[in-house]
């Protein structure tokens, strides 16, 4: 039985997508679930997987090519047996048989499972550290991480896809040697990091964006972490971190300060009554931001789990249209990577973002005398169109009070 293999449906805010790449070929066994292709979006990369056992007969769209909601992307022939498929395109089906199935039991990722039987990998001599002890593709790699090092050793150092940057000139009698240290290597932009740049460009074009900078004292942070960590682990099951604490004083500053909160659609302004905030997150592929969708309602420990969620879903690119649609603020942690101060850029149509940055000790000034505290500074990216410098001030100074008095989150003061 023929059946037909499209792109996922995309919402209204995606137009197109890429076919990113093929992970299998014209008449390749293929098992239920197993990992078909990617389609790269101007968000995420989504998965197409195989609807049953059966065969891949034809691809419509090849690698590159761009395709539209729903359109059929390649053929499959359904109902051939995977055993039979197997053993005559691999001298060692069974056994990939017998491992797929040990997959299939334990109910793994199509990513996982592909990893399995590309490498031909006995799933029960691994460990999990998933959740519920299920196997990851960390797992999967940190296994066969060894024997492919092997593999590369016996590799030429000179990768095939670079070339030299200029015809080296030989001397008389002399051996061409490429230049290894002078190479170039060209690479099409992902969809991802294209739709990055044009957003951001067109952020700096159309914006007014100015930043007001602050500083704040994370001591009381810091010393409420150390005393109601181990109490707070216990009762969420999550870590107590600092964006909680900075999701909880952005959305209480964000009722103070509606039109911080408001976006610019043409000539009108939109003024959202909910409070939707998105978290920049990096990942290999770029940056994204994935959005905790009504804030106010979240307790500090839901806001911690979401957001490790979120932190997992984009390490293994699972990240999902929804999760990034929509949100009325951003908060960008440059911190974690050691940034001082930056001035971050406004994800449109919002119209404010805060930048958090490293703690430093500095030597500061309390009632006449200095002392050592842990400072971090604090940028807040506004749209002057329509934020005017009192309301940007005034949000910012806000949020500094709350995290240096969180006892005012409580008291909603």
Same mark, same amino acid.
């Given at each position: 039985?023929?059946?037909? %293999?499209?792109a ?5 805010s995606v ?5 990113a790449?093929?992970h299998k ?13 990617d389609i790269?979006?101007?968000k ?6 195989a609807?049953? =056992?059966g065969?891949?007969t $034809? ?5 590159g090519a ?16 995977s055993? $039979?498929?197997? +053993?005559?395109?691999n ?5 990939m048989?017998?491992?797929?199935a040990k997959?299939?039991d ?5 990513s ?7 490498h031909n990998?006995?799933?029960?001599v ?17 296994y ?6 092997d ?8 990768a ?11 001397p008389p ?6 230049d ?5 290597r ?10 990055i740049?044009?957003?951001l ?5 159309e ?5 007001t ?13 150390k005393n ?20 909880r004083?952005?959305?209480?500053s964000?009722?103070k ?6 976006s610019i659609d043409?000539? #009108? ?8 905030i ?5 990942t290999?592929r770029?940056?994204?931001?994935p959005?905790?969708?009504?804030? #106010? ?7 911690e +789990?979401? %957001?490790?969620e979120?932190?997992?879903k984009?390490r =293994?690119?699972?990240?999902s249209?929804? =999760?990034?649609?929509?949100?009325t603020?951003s ?7 050691? +940034? ?6 406004i994800n449109?149509p919002?119209?404010?973002?805060l ?10 000034a309390v009632?006449?005398?200095?002392v %050592?505290l842990?400072m971090m500074?604090?940028?807040? +990216? ?15 100074v806000?949020? $500094?009070k ?7 989150l409580?008291?909603?003061?």
């Amino acid at each position: 039985m023929i059946k037909e %293999i499209k792109a996922p449906q995309f919402p209204e805010s995606v137009a197109d997508g890429t076919v990113a790449a093929w992970h299998k070929k014209v008449g390749e066994p293929v098992l239920r679930d197993e990992l078909l292709a990617d389609i790269e979006t101007d968000k995420v990369v989504l998965e197409i997987v195989a609807p049953a =056992d059966g065969v891949l007969t $034809k691809i419509l769209q090849e690698q590159g090519a761009t395709v539209e909601s729903t359109q059929v992307i390649a053929l499959f022939e359904e109902g051939v047996s995977s055993s $039979k498929v197997l +053993s005559s395109a691999n001298p060692q089906a069974e056994t990939m048989v017998k491992i797929v199935a040990k997959v299939d039991d334990n109910a793994l990722s199509p990513s996982v499972r592909k990893l399995i039987t590309e490498h031909n990998v006995d799933s029960s001599v691994l460990t999990g550290t998933g959740k519920g002890g299920r196997l990851t593709k960390e797992d999967v790699m940190e296994y066969i991480k060894p024997k492919k090092l092997d593999k590369e050793t016996t590799v030429s150092p000179v990768a095939k896809d670079f070339v030299p940057s200029a015809q080296l000139v030989l001397p008389p009698g002399g051996v061409a040697l490429p230049d290894e240290e002078r190479m170039e290597r060209r690479v099409p932009m992902t969809r991802l990091r294209a739709r990055i740049a044009e957003r951001l460009v067109a952020s700096q074009n159309e914006a007014a964006i100015l930043t007001t900078f602050n500083e704040v004292n994370m001591q009381p942070i810091l010393d409420m972490r150390k005393n109601y960590q181990e109490q707070f682990v216990s009762t969420h099951g999550v870590k107590l971190g600092f964006m909680s604490f900075f999701v909880r004083s952005v959305v209480e500053s964000l009722k103070k300060f509606p039109a911080v909160n408001a976006s610019i659609d043409g000539n #009108d302004v939109v003024y959202h009554n909910y409070y939707d905030i998105g978290v920049a997150v990096s990942t290999e592929r770029g940056l994204v931001v994935p959005v905790l969708r009504n804030a #106010d309602k979240m307790s500090m420990g839901e806001v911690e +789990s979401k %957001i490790i969620e979120y932190g997992v879903k984009a390490r =293994d690119g699972k990240l999902s249209i929804d =999760d990034m649609v929509g949100g009325t603020f951003s908060v960008s942690n440059g911190g974690i990577f050691g +940034s001082l101060l930056s001035t971050p850029i406004i994800n449109p149509p919002q119209t404010a973002i805060l930048g958090m940055h490293k703690i430093q000790e500095r030597p500061m000034a309390v009632d006449g005398k200095v002392v %050592i505290l842990p400072m971090m500074y604090l940028a807040l +990216s506004y749209d002057h169109r329509l934020i005017d410098g009192k309301e940007a001030v005034g949000f910012l100074v806000m949020v $500094k009070k709350l995290i240096e008095d969180p006892a005012r989150l409580l008291l909603e003061i």
